[in-house]
């Protein structure tokens, strides 16, 4: 596609259920992120795979936030049993490289909100 | 550990005049600093970004500012238009990492006034 697509676009979620957030990169490229954003704060990374490798999850805040990659496209982001804490938009930016000092595209993000 | 700062939340500037955003980063490794422009609602749009061999980098009315010594960069918006208004983050990739993940900081919201 012409950019990064992610959805659902918002998510309203109980405490403790299971969400999964979609990310479509753009069509061939290598480097995909996943990053969450706090209200009035900057993004932060969580993860990062290289086409199907998941090469660095040092920013997943707890053994509740998985990803995957299975076949170097599209990427799902799962967090189970949800907490308020998780509130937040989940961004994901994609690049044709393995680094990109040009800039990454982000998607609009899923603004996930959990009562 | 907040390795890359914005520290003015917001400025206000008028049509026309001289928008400058500020940021300083604490890690030396840094390589490259990126500048984002996000508005609601979307994500962020990458804007203008410089390698650490340079101390300037240029592009239209965009030009950022890199100072190693004192681990400062600027943007620079000359002339500011309304469209301007967004929110404007810093970002910093190197260090330990090279996967190219950034480092953002927190943010500066610009408003243009007309």
């Known amino acids: 596609g012409a950019g990064v697509s992610q959805s659902p676009r918002y998510k309203v979620a109980k405490r403790g259920q299971d969400v999964a957030l979609r990310c479509d990169p753009i069509s061939g490229h290598v480097s995909l992120f996943w990053y969450q954003q706090a209200l009035g704060q900057g993004p932060e990374f969580l993860t990062y795979?290289?086409?199907?490798?998941?090469?660095?999850k040092s920013g997943l805040p707890s053994d509740r936030f998985f990803a995957e990659r299975p076949e170097g496209s599209v990427s799902t982001l799962k967090i189970q049993r949800t907490q308020q804490e998780d509130s937040a938009v989940y961004l994901c930016?994609?690049?044709?490289?393995?680094?990109?000092?040009?800039?990454?595209?982000f998607g609009s993000g899923t603004r996930l909100t959990v009562v | 550990d907040q390795q890359v700062k914005q520290n003015s939340p917001s400025l206000s500037v008028q049509e026309g005049r001289i928008s400058i955003l500020n940021c300083d980063y604490t890690n030396s490794m840094f390589d490259y600093f990126l500048w984002y422009k996000k508005y609601p609602a979307e994500g962020p749009t990458f804007l203008i970004s410089i390698s650490s061999i340079k101390d300037k980098n240029e592009d239209g009315r965009f030009t950022v500012f890199l100072n190693k010594s004192a681990k400062h960069l600027s943007l620079h918006i000359v002339p500011s238009q309304p469209g301007d208004s967004a929110v404007y983050f810093c970002a910093a990739s190197g260090g330990a990492s090279n996967t190219g993940k950034l480092i953002f900081g927190q943010g500066t919201t610009l408003q243009v006034k007309p």
């Open positions: 795979f290289q086409n199907e490798a998941q090469l660095d």
């Open positions: 930016a994609s690049s044709p490289g393995r680094r990109s000092n040009y800039g990454y595209t």
